[in-house]
């Protein structure tokens, strides 16, 4: 993919990408659980050496960029950078105990009101950033409810 692709076509790969960020996660969902579960592991160690290998990779796979954006962010988003990073640990940490005590398809569509916290967060954090209308919160809510009645009815 070129440059001028993502330039042109930002929206379309931001689609893309999220696409793929839901395949990934899903995966990484089932992949997690079966270390967890049968796999002998504890969810806190899990948690460490699953994000320890996955901040290595990536870095080691984009550490030119990294090392610009570091030199170029306000020291403001070096702090959001951090939080962001200490709260995507705690998710992880919290999904990891999630799914040693609760099945993988009961812990994804618990997972799955995300939606409706991003966007109370981006109502909160992003004013005027994020266009929240009531179209888009009841999209979120519809999503949320699919998910609610596939794992109800996987359940009976």
Do not use: C
């Amino acid at each position: 993919m070129t440059r001028d692709v993502v330039r042109t076509h930002p929206v379309a790969i931001g689609y893309l990408a999220s696409a793929a960020a839901a395949i990934v996660f899903a995966t990484a969902l089932v992949v997690n659980r079966s270390v967890v579960g049968d796999g002998g592991a504890s969810p806190v160690g899990s948690a460490a050496l699953s994000m320890t290998f996955g901040t290595l990779a990536l870095a080691l796979f984009l550490l030119p960029r990294v090392k610009e954006d570091l030199r170029n962010a306000t020291r403001a988003g070096v702090v959001a950078m951090l939080l962001a990073g200490l709260a995507a640990s705690w998710g992880g940490g919290f999904l990891f105990l999630a799914l040693s005590k609760a099945p993988v398809v009961v812990v994804a569509p618990v997972g799955g009101v995300g939606p409706l916290v991003v966007i109370l967060l981006s109502r909160l954090f992003l004013p005027g950033q994020e266009l929240i209308n009531k179209r888009l919160v009841l999209g979120a809510i519809l999503v949320v409810l699919g998910v609610a009645l596939i794992s109800i009815g996987r359940s009976t």
